[in-house]
């Protein structure tokens, strides 16, 4: 299972905080995130991450490309509901795409708690079958 996680700057210490406590069960996981906050996971908390370029400078793009062949299985994306963001239509992009796949996100922490408690539980088996019968 492969989860994607993305943090606007606003954000960021929530994302920290919410990886250190999940820490152990996140290691579960192969993990990708865009530039900065994958650089700040790291630090943070020592887990293994496959960083992309930043946000802004196309990371939410990539990460949509990721989506787009199935090898992303949650989406945990912190966005700032209160800041414009240069990059709008990218950040749009990325959460059309996980609605054209039908990817689980969480856009604050309450919701990705919930997610990813779920993804621990085993409830996100039905993933295995997309990826198996629909690629
Ligand atoms: O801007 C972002 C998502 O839209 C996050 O990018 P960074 O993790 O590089 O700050």
Known sequence: MNIALIAHDKKKES????TIAYKGTLAK???????????????????????FRSG????????GAEIAVNNVDLVIFLRDPLTAQPHEPDI???????????????????????????????????????QKYED
């Open 29 to 51: 996981y192969n993990l990708m995130a865009t530039g900065t906050t994958g650089k700040l996971i790291q630090d943070a908390t020592g887990l293994n991450v496959k960083r």
């Open 92 to 130: 749009l992009a990325l959460l059309r795409l996980c609605d054209v796949y039908k990817i689980p996100v969480a856009t604050n922490v309450a919701t990705a708690e919930i997610l990813l408690r779920a993804m621990e539980r085993g409830e996100f088996q039905w993933r295995e079958f997309v």
């Open 56 to 63: 802004p400078l196309g990371g939410d793009q990539q990460i």
């Open 15 to 18: 994302m920290i905080n919410f």
